[in-house]
Nanobody
Framework: QVELVESGGGLVQAGGSLRLSCTAS????????MGWFRQAPGKEREFVVAISGSGENTHYADSVKGRFTISKDNAKNIVYLQMDSLKPEDTAVYYCAADRTMATVMGLRDGMDYWGKGTLVTVSS
């Protein structure tokens, strides 16, 4: 059983930055691809970014490409999401996810192995 705990959310002005962290416990972290998803009020949850188990491969949603950066520290069991040039439309609850399959954490397949409880990011205009 893997537990995922997100942190780092908060309130930031448009154009600002935040760094989210997702700390994993249990399981073998390096064997899991990791992803971040988000859900804005009144909207469905959407894919943001994914990273392979090794950390060598990444995939970004077009809406965040060039502004967000994902990284994975397999020694510390942490995945980070650096968010720069934030926009009001980035406001959402951000969820960390883990699965053994990269396609799943890219949002291409259902059945994610593990989800965190989420952290709220609010971007004011």
């Amino acid at each position: 059983q893997v537990e995922l705990v997100e942190s780092g959310g908060g309130l930031v002005q448009a154009g600002g930055s935040l760094r989210l962290s997702c700390t994993a416990s249990g399981g073998t972290f390096r064997t899991y691809a990791m992803g971040w998803f988000r859900q804005a009020p009144g909207k469905e949850r959407e894919f943001v970014v994914a990273i392979s188990g090794s950390g060598e491969n990444t995939h970004y949603a077009d809406s965040v490409k060039g502004r967000f950066t994902i990284s994975k520290d397999n020694a510390k069991n942490i995945v980070y999401l650096q968010m720069d040039s934030l926009k009001p439309e980035d406001t959402a609850v951000y969820y960390c996810a883990a699965d053994r399959t990269m396609a799943t954490v890219m949002g291409l397949r259902d059945g994610m192995d593990y989800w965190g409880k989420g952290t709220l990011v609010t971007v004011s205009s």
